[in-house]
């Protein structure tokens, strides 16, 4: 017997919703929530804090280069080259791990991706700016799925022209999408804040086009 059940959904569930549109207009951001128990969830954080080549990221500030806090990892299908910051760097190999998250990233989604860029956040000191993931090499207007695992983050849209906002938090074991035009006309970012002091890992699963 099925059940269909009447009321009307709550803030939280409506946020966790996956065909709910986070934004108001001009892109698409779908909050899938949870996707993995906690404790596979754990398992995934300690293997990728582990196990992933993580090295210092580097950005040019006034002209002048220098090392994030923050680590980062590139990997693909294929040794694609990525550039930022006048840098440029070749995808490694997939892990095991990193396999099994694609694959259940894209049963998620029903989208299929080619790369993955992690993010190593060691506390809540360690951000990201403002900015979109509108690189030339990214497919236009690919799907961006975003995993996280560990602390939980508060994360924000800002829309170029009307500067209005969005955030949200970012659960252990959270899937977030991006697609259609939000990179053209959406920034977004992981704001510091000192009240969180452990890790959290990111992975963005992309599509480049090469
Ligand atoms: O850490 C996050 O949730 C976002 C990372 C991000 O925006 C990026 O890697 O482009
Ligand atoms: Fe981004």
């Not at 996707?35 to 754990?42: G, K, P, R, V, Y």
């Not at 990728?48 to 006034?62: S, Y």
Request: proline share 4%.
């Amino acid at each position: 017997m099925f059940y269909f059940s009447r009321e009307p959904m709550d803030l939280f569930s409506q946020l966790s919703d996956p065909s709910t549109n986070l934004l108001p207009q001009d892109g698409a951001v779908h909050y899938h929530g949870i996707i993995f128990l906690s404790t596979t969830a754990d398992v995934y954080l300690e293997r990728l804090l582990n196990h992933i080549d993580w090295k210092n990221d580097e950005a040019v500030i006034f002209g002048k280069r220098i090392q994030t806090k923050r680590k980062v990892a590139w990997y693909g299908d294929r040794p694609f080259e990525y550039t930022y910051s006048n840098t440029t760097k070749h995808a490694l190999p997939w892990t095991p791990e990193l396999l099994s998250l694609k694959a259940a990233t894209e049963k998620e989604t029903g989208e299929t991706f080619n790369s993955c860029l992690l993010n190593l956040y060691h506390s809540g000191e360690e951000g990201m700016a403002w900015h979109s993931d509108g690189e030339k090499d990214l497919k236009k207007n690919g799907a961006i799925a975003s995993l996280s695992f560990g602390a939980e983050r508060k994360f924000a849209f800002k829309h170029k022209e009307t500067k209005e906002t969005i955030a949200l938090i970012l659960d252990h074991g959270s899937l977030l999408v991006m697609k259609g035009s939000t990179q053209t006309h959406w920034l977004h970012r992981l704001p510091p804040t000192k009240k969180i002091c452990t890790p959290r890992v990111n992975l963005t699963f992309r599509t480049i086009v090469s």
